[in-house]
């Protein structure tokens, strides 16, 4: 075991734990601070990120899809218009502003806005480890019982037994969210979630494995990207979506159904009364949840229609309708559909199951384990997170876990979402300086 003592003191004012958008920009937000103060008031930080670099969604980067938000909902924008972090700065500095520009839309490509994350995060590489798992995170016991500290034990997997151990006042957890699949499900090489959609369907091609038919299950934007992808891919073969709804629903973006995600719902989310809070959730789930842009709609239906007039239908929609049971042989699955007006059942003879049934955030009892046990609930076992989005904790314990993620039921819809990630942590940024003691000049 390695035990790794800053230069200052042994202890980092923050860590990171996880190293997606919203760590990003919380790094971003920190190097910022540190850029405008002295070295006694400089926050000292690490971020730990078990990928091997930078990744974000890589499995979903389809060459044609596009982002559902702005892209001045980028990392810093919204917080600082002015800062060299943003969107557009990176398209000055690849050379493709004027273009951009040209090009007379909000919403980039989903590859160009993860190339911008990547090379945001370039730019703080110094205060990332990556290749990093957490595994443990243990509270730091002082005299008198007061806990001013945690120990978050990772490993590297190049390194199998060896363990590092750093010392944070502070942690932020941003781990993200993980693919949620029905229960029961048995993942294989036929069956899988629409997160490995791209590696998956590239080793099926290196291998020369056959697709005659595929059934995605879902009904939200990567459900109906990829049937659409699948179609597209798989030239000969058939595509049955299984959607529990009718049809495609469209996204609501509506103007004012998109001030939901504004900064300032999130304050008037966060006072509510937690029955309205949850009629809110219910009244604008048509902006995130089991929705789909109308353009891809319109495409699939298209091409369906299309399909019909020439006699050879490869797009199926199994409206109103739900798997039942999946039996896997050796070269195939039999996926049993029913119908659920009448309660018909149809088995399909397939190559492909992919799961497109979204994600839950990842329990922070995983995360931080022993740890865990000192964060707060509330009457339904939700944690109890403070406005900034600190977990609140017993009065014995000073040092802090920040949450970005997980915080729904107390911070609303844009709690998993891109829209607030650069106020986001501005936010946490403020509410770690405001308990940032300045280290004395001598440390230095």
Same mark, same amino acid.
């Given at each position: 075991?390695?035990?790794?003592?800053?230069?200052?003191?042994?202890?980092?004012?923050?860590?990171?734990?996880?190293?997606?958008?919203?760590?990003?920009?919380?790094?971003?937000?920190?190097?910022?601070?540190?850029?405008?103060?002295?070295?006694?008031?400089?926050?000292?930080?690490?971020?730990?990120?078990?990928?091997?670099?930078?990744?974000?969604?890589?499995?979903?980067?389809?060459?044609?899809?596009?982002?559902?938000?702005?892209?001045l909902?980028?990392?810093?924008?919204?917080?600082d218009?002015?800062?060299?972090?943003?969107?557009?700065?990176?398209?000055?500095?690849?050379?493709?502003?004027?273009?951009?520009?040209?090009h007379?839309?909000?919403?980039?490509?989903?590859?160009?806005?993860h190339?911008?994350?990547?090379?945001?995060?370039?730019?703080?590489?110094?205060?990332?480890?990556?290749?990093?798992?957490?595994?443990?995170?243990?509270?730091?016991?002082?005299?008198?019982?007061?806990?001013?500290?945690?120990?978050?034990?990772?490993?590297?997997?190049?390194?199998?037994?060896?363990?590092?151990?750093?010392?944070?006042?502070?942690?932020?957890?941003?781990?993200?969210?993980?693919?949620?699949?029905?229960?029961?499900?048995?993942?294989?090489?036929?069956?899988?979630?629409?997160?490995?959609l791209?590696?998956?369907v590239a080793?099926?091609?290196?291998?020369?494995?056959?697709?005659?038919?595929?059934?995605?299950?879902g009904a939200?934007?990567?459900?109906?990207?990829?049937?659409?992808?699948?179609?597209?891919?798989?030239?000969?073969?058939?595509?049955?979506?299984?959607?529990?709804?009718?049809?495609?629903?469209?996204?609501?973006?509506?103007?004012?159904?998109?001030?939901?995600?504004?900064?300032?719902?999130?304050?008037?989310?966060?006072?509510?009364?937690?029955?309205?809070?949850?009629?809110?959730?219910?009244?604008?789930?048509?902006?995130?949840?089991?929705?789909?842009?109308?353009?891809?709609?319109?495409?699939?239906?298209?091409?369906?229609?299309?399909?019909? @007039?020439? *006699?050879?239908?490869?797009?199926?929609? &199994? !409206?109103?309708?739900?798997? =039942?049971?999946?039996?896997? /042989? $050796?070269? +195939?699955?039999?996926?049993?559909?029913?119908?659920?007006?009448?309660?018909?059942?149809?088995?399909l003879?397939?190559?492909?199951?992919?799961?497109?049934?979204?994600?839950?955030?990842?329990?922070?009892?995983? @995360?931080? *384990?022993q740890?865990?046990?000192?964060? &707060? !609930?509330?009457?339904e076992? =939700?944690?109890?997170?403070? /406005? $900034?989005? +600190?977990?609140?904790?017993?009065?014995?314990?000073?040092?802090?876990?920040?949450?970005?993620?997980?915080?729904?039921?107390?911070?609303?819809?844009?709690s998993?979402?891109?829209?607030?990630?650069?106020?986001?942590?501005?936010?946490?940024?403020?509410?770690?300086?405001?308990?940032?003691?300045?280290?004395?000049?001598?440390?230095?």
């Amino acid at each position: 075991m390695e035990t790794l003592l800053s230069r200052l003191n042994g202890t980092y004012d923050i860590l990171g734990i996880g190293f997606g958008p919203s760590n990003l920009a919380l790094a971003i937000a920190l190097r910022e601070h540190n850029a405008r103060v002295p070295a006694p008031e400089r926050v000292h930080m690490r971020f730990l990120e078990k990928q091997p670099g930078f990744g974000w969604h890589k499995g979903m980067l389809l060459d044609d899809a596009t982002m559902q938000v702005s892209f001045l909902k980028d990392l810093v924008t919204l917080r600082d218009p002015a800062s060299d972090f943003s969107f557009l700065c990176f398209l000055k500095d690849s050379g493709r502003l004027v273009d951009f520009l040209n090009h007379k839309t909000l919403f980039p490509l989903r590859i160009e806005f993860h190339a911008y994350f990547e090379w945001a995060a370039e730019r703080v590489r110094d205060l990332v480890a990556y290749a990093e798992e957490v595994v443990s995170v243990e509270p730091v016991t002082a005299e008198g019982g007061g806990v001013p500290a945690f120990d978050v034990i990772s490993t590297d997997p190049e390194r199998p037994g060896h363990t590092t151990v750093r010392r944070a006042r502070n942690l932020c957890v941003a781990t993200g969210l993980e693919p949620h699949l029905p229960p029961g499900t048995v993942v294989s090489d036929r069956v899988w979630h629409n997160s490995e959609l791209l590696p998956r369907v590239a080793a099926l091609k290196e291998a020369g494995v056959p697709v005659r038919r595929a059934v995605v299950l879902g009904a939200g934007q990567s459900a109906a990207e990829t049937a659409d992808y699948l179609h597209r891919t798989f030239a000969g073969a058939e595509v049955c979506a299984v959607i529990a709804k009718y049809g495609y629903t469209p996204a609501d973006d509506s103007p004012f159904a998109n001030q939901i995600f504004d900064p300032e719902a999130v304050d008037t989310f966060f006072g509510a009364p937690s029955a309205v809070k949850q009629s809110l959730l219910d009244y604008h789930r048509g902006t995130n949840y089991s929705v789909v842009d109308m353009d891809l709609i319109e495409s699939l239906y298209r091409t369906m229609y299309r399909e019909k @007039v020439q *006699g050879g239908e490869r797009l199926r929609v &199994l !409206r109103a309708s739900r798997i =039942r049971e999946v039996g896997e /042989r $050796d070269d +195939r699955l039999d996926v049993t559909v029913e119908y659920l007006p009448t309660g018909e059942h149809e088995v399909l003879e397939a190559d492909l199951l992919v799961h497109a049934t979204g994600y839950r955030p990842q329990d922070i009892g995983t @995360v931080l *384990g022993q740890a865990a046990k000192l964060c &707060l !609930r509330d009457d339904e076992d =939700r944690l109890r997170i403070g /406005r $900034d989005y +600190r977990v609140e904790t017993p009065a014995h314990v000073s040092a802090g876990i920040y949450l970005q993620g997980a915080g729904e039921h107390t911070h609303g819809l844009t709690s998993t979402l891109l829209s607030a990630t650069a106020v986001r942590a501005g936010e946490i940024r403020d509410s770690l300086l405001a308990g940032h003691t300045p280290r004395a000049r001598a440390a230095t």
